[in-house]
């Protein structure tokens, strides 16, 4: 595989865009007209050529320009970026996967040369060449989870496993649907889902800290969830909720297909080896409704999902302004038709 | 409020009760709901092990020193100011063994600024006892300037750091002993809300 990096920008002028070959890999995350939250869980294994599951870590087009913004979006605000003391085990241990996995998915864009402890690593879109030695921060310039999270597409959470629960004692977080790292750090699982409406009901935490805390080394697994956000902007901060919040008072009949973005995040989550730790890697995929209805099986689809979503979700996800112009807008689309269970685009 | 909708991270507090399996007590109460709340414990029973009481009492307010000098049978300190009450506490805990309990009586601010220092030396919040008196304001930090503003009553609080008008939420940081702030008008400047005094 041969990739072409755009230039593109994820704020100010928004020149993000896809390829058509991008928009037929897009995850798209509903297999049927409705949806409810629910352990959506599966085994993290090698998907279809082409696929964003092909790889352990999916490395597209918008990589170069992803990883930018995300170098931007830090330096303006540096607690994007927090880890607690005890976790150096599984910053080495993500430090170790990511790069192991990059190289020997991706060997024309990545290597890694191992002796011993002596490692060197390439970057080559990005133009990084490094020796360290592993396990020596000194070696680094940084801390090896901000290294590697500076260099892999998507948000990062080392989560540690103790009192029968999951803490979330780091994070590189530069791409989140409106949750802050900085005050979340530290939290056990059910605290830092504590705002998540709907799913004390219905069970869906409870069991899905139980699934993961029996998760397995080599085992990891994914899940894809999904909200929507004006304009192709990946920095959704609460932090900075003042710049992109008043967006959505800008959704007009005839911007919805350019604007309104249904942004899907493939959260993947793999058991870490010396720290017996969890990373929970969010990676975020933004594709607008004209993008989307190049495939009307989609927006059908998606126009059935967003008509009958729960007005919890919806309030919660912050959609309630701009629903009822992007049902309209999508309904053009829709005949009614069946067409069955499934996530194909045709 | 929507019915049945609960905030996890939102603690939970419950009436201080002695815990048996211990090697000793530390009992810390504000003002002067938190010195009854003392009084209320050694009302259960007076414990075998050593107790030590730290008390900062409260201008204007009832004072229990002299009914808890009858009944705290060791080490009662009191003290009129937060600091030296928090100076007390980590001059106690050095030497501090294993298997001390500690009990916490007082506002919500007093007891995250003590669930703060005790982490220095190891013990988990969730090993604190702890009783919310005397008030309900709150603690707020702002996710956009991170300053934290105390001493919330109202629904919307304006931010000490940055003048923002935070609506506050009832997600709480246990690390940072505070609800989250989140710009109310962020999507349409200047719509405020009708401010409301809900935690008084």
Known sequence: MSLAFKKETFRDDYTYKNSVEAIKRFPFPFPEDTYMYSVNMEPHTKGPKGAVTEHTFDIDEHYVSECLDKAKTLELDPGRYAVLPHMMDAQWDFLELTMESLSTDYPHLFTLKKDGKNWTWENKPLSIKKSFVFGDVSTLDMDPFEYMSRQVQGDFVLLDQRNDTLYADAGFITSQADWSLNFDVGMAWHEWHGPVPQVTKLGVMDRALKYLMSMQLGAPVRRLNWTMTINPRLDTSPENYPLWGGDRNTVTPENVGKKVHLRVELQTLFRLPRSNGLLFSIRCYLINMEELSTFPRWAKRFHRVFRDLHSDLAEYKGLVKFREMTVQWLSKFDDGADIGVGTHPE | ?200
């Open chain 2, 1 to 200: 409020m929507e019915r049945g909708y609960w905030i996890r991270s939102k603690p939970v507090y419950s009436a201080l009760v002695w815990q048996q399996q211990a090697n000793a007590h530390l009992v810390l109460v504000e003002g002067s709901a938190g010195g009854l709340a003392a009084m209320k414990l050694f009302q259960q029973m007076l414990p075998q092990q050593s107790i030590t009481v730290i008390y900062e009492t409260e201008a204007g307010g009832a004072d229990y020193t002299a009914a808890l000098k009858k009944v705290v049978p060791d080490d009662l300190q009191v003290f009129n100011s937060h600091d030296a009450a928090m100076k007390a506490l980590e001059a106690h805990l050095p030497e501090a063994l294993m298997g001390l309990r500690i009990y916490v009586a007082g506002s919500e601010k007093f007891m995250w600024d003590i669930a703060q220092i005790v982490l220095h030396y190891g013990v988990d919040d969730a090993d604190i006892a702890k009783e919310l008196t005397g008030t309900l304001a709150r603690s707020v930090y702002c996710v956009h300037c991170k300053a934290i503003t105390h001493n919330a009553h109202t629904n919307i609080q304006a931010c000490s750091g940055c003048g923002k008008k935070l609506f506050v939420r009832d997600h709480f940081s246990r690390r940072l002993g505070a609800y989250m702030g989140l710009m109310v008008d962020a999507e349409d400047p200047g719509q405020i809300p009708e401010i409301e005094e809900i935690y008084p």
